[in-house]
């Protein structure tokens, strides 16, 4: 069943509840008919039964013979009315001459109520009562033919069994008709989601305003396929700018090997191509680490390994670091990290080198004679950490975007700088990976500010 197509089910399901029915129905109908014909019979059956009764008692006191008499009568007068009367002892008073023939059996023991009874296949219906008059008792017998009643049953029950199976058919056709209707939209779905690839992405599906599965299932599909089509952009724009990156380094020493080999050259002007090549080299494959952690990291493969540290330490080690940078560009450096420790779940290598980043950023980005500034608190449950600077600062537009890869706000001066736009979004990645944020205000002119926000875990474990 399960193989079949589910128009093909349902219309199977459909149909066997339908039969059931519709045969539950039938039968019920065909015993309520029987019935009601029993009960109008036995109802005039009861009235002759008190004509009988009227007629025996009126002439039981001129004794039996009268009886037998005016029954007799009484039969003829009702046209061979089917009536046999025997007194307590069992011996016939009187039997119609019709109803002797039938041999209707007398109702063993205390048994009085109608029952049904087939002489050469005529159905009969048999009514029984005892009347009593004074010490004697009679018992009477009507019966009443059935044939006429029982052939406009049996009609109806041929046109029940007739007529029931030619509607479960047309049901059936029609059930199969309606769910073929039903799920012809799917298709269409279908069709659509088919046609829909790498090329034509931005395509959508036409939602049809049901306001039922069908409205959803559309409109599901088309939020799929935004995403879908989002994140195919964002890689699209990884891969092209991540080759524009590597194209200039590897053009400049090309370049240089090319120069150096036209002609013999010195060992020093050989030494000088080959320092330059590797001053290449080194930025190249810095750029190629940044891009593999990125792509690992978007594949979910790059995991960091989590365990209870000294936040103060960490930023402590990175603050060594960053104050060298900021000696060599005459910029002052200042830290304050309280002494007692600030624990928190990390990863010391990768947040040491969040923290490196945005001191990098804040000492790239700060003219000589300005100052950084690193501080790390407690607030509410999570451990800040800030990185303050007074240099050129971030304009409003450019903020939203500085986490993104390869974004730089000023592209001439941090290309001086050897920057290339990934550190703040593997910075971002790091920060995510502890649970915790990074956000960044700033003003053109004056200065910025990095904050990131780590949960707080108790005490050292
Ligand atoms: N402290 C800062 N002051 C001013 N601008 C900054 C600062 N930090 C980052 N930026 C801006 O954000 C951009 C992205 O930073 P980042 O991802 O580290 O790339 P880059 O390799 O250029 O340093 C930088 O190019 C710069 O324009
Ligand atoms: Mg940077």
């Known amino acids: 069943m399960k193989s079949f197509p589910i128009q093909t089910r349902l219309t199977a399901w459909y149909s066997i509840i339908l039969a059931v029915v519709l045969s539950l129905f039938g039968v019920s109908a065909y015993l309520e008919m029987r019935n009601s014909i029993h009960e109008t019979v036995d109802e005039a059956l009861r009235d002759r039964v008190k004509g009988v009764r009227g007629l025996i008692l009126r002439n039981s006191q001129y004794g039996d013979e009268d009886v037998k008499r005016e029954l007799r009568q009484h039969s003829e007068l009702a046209g061979g009315a089917l009536l046999q009367v025997a007194d307590r002892q069992g011996n016939w008073l009187y ?3 019709s109803m002797s023939d039938l041999q209707i059996p007398i109702p063993s023991g205390n048994f009085r109520g109608p029952f049904t009874f087939s ?11 005892e009347i009593k008059v004074g010490s004697q008792s009679y018992l009477v017998q009507i019966a009443a033919p059935l044939d006429d009643f029982y052939e406009a049953l049996h009609r109806f029950g041929v046109v029940l069994l007739v007529s029931i199976p030619i509607l479960l058919l047309f049901a059936a056709g029609g059930g199969y008709w309606l769910s073929r209707r039903a799920l012809a939209p799917f298709d269409q779905i279908t069709q659509t989601a088919r046609s ?25 599909f088309n939020g799929m396929l935004e995403r879908l089509e989002a994140a195919f952009r964002k890689i699209t724009q990884f891969t092209a700018d991540a080759s524009h990156e590597l194209r200039t380094p590897v053009a400049v020493m090309r370049t240089r090997a090319e120069l150096s080999l036209r002609k013999t050259r010195t060992v020093a002007e050989y030494r000088e191509a080959l320092t330059q ?6 930025k190249t494959s810095g750029l190629v680490e940044k ?15 989590l365990s209870s540290a000294n936040l103060g330490d960490i930023v402590r080690d990175a603050c060594s670091q960053g104050r060298t940078l900021s000696e060599n560009k005459q910029i002052s450096f200042h830290e304050q990290i309280p002494d007692s ?9 990768a947040l040491r080198r969040l923290f490196l980043i945005l001191i990098d950023n804040a000492v790239k980005y700060t003219p000589s004679g300005g100052r950084v500034e690193v501080l790390v608190a407690t607030d509410n449950g ?42 703040l979004s593997i910075g971002h ?18 200065g910025s500010v990095f904050q990131v926000r780590l949960p707080l875990v108790k005490g050292d474990s």
């Open 95 to 97: 039997r119609s001459a």
């Open 119 to 129: 002489s050469s296949k005529v159905p009969f219906r048999v009514t029984n009562a």
């Open 196 to 220: 829909i690839g790498i090329q034509n992405l931005s395509s959508r599906l036409v939602v049809p305003q049901t306001r039922d599965v069908l409205q959803r299932l559309s409109e599901t």
């Open 277 to 282: 090549i590797h001053a290449e080299l080194e």
């Open 291 to 305: 891009l593999m952690l990125l792509a690992r990291a978007d594949y979910g493969a790059e995991v960091l390994q």
């Open 341 to 349: 420790p600030v624990w928190i779940k990390a990863d010391a290598h």
């Open 382 to 423: 999570s451990a800040v950490t800030a990185v303050r600077d007074t240099g050129i600062g971030i304009a409003a537009e450019d903020l939203p975007n500085v986490f993104e890869r390869f974004y730089r706000a000023d592209k001439a001066r941090s290309r001086d700088s050897g920057g290339v736009g990934l550190g």
């Open 429 to 446: 990645w790091i920060a995510e990976a502890h649970a915790g944020s990074i956000e960044v205000r700033s003003s053109v002119g004056h």
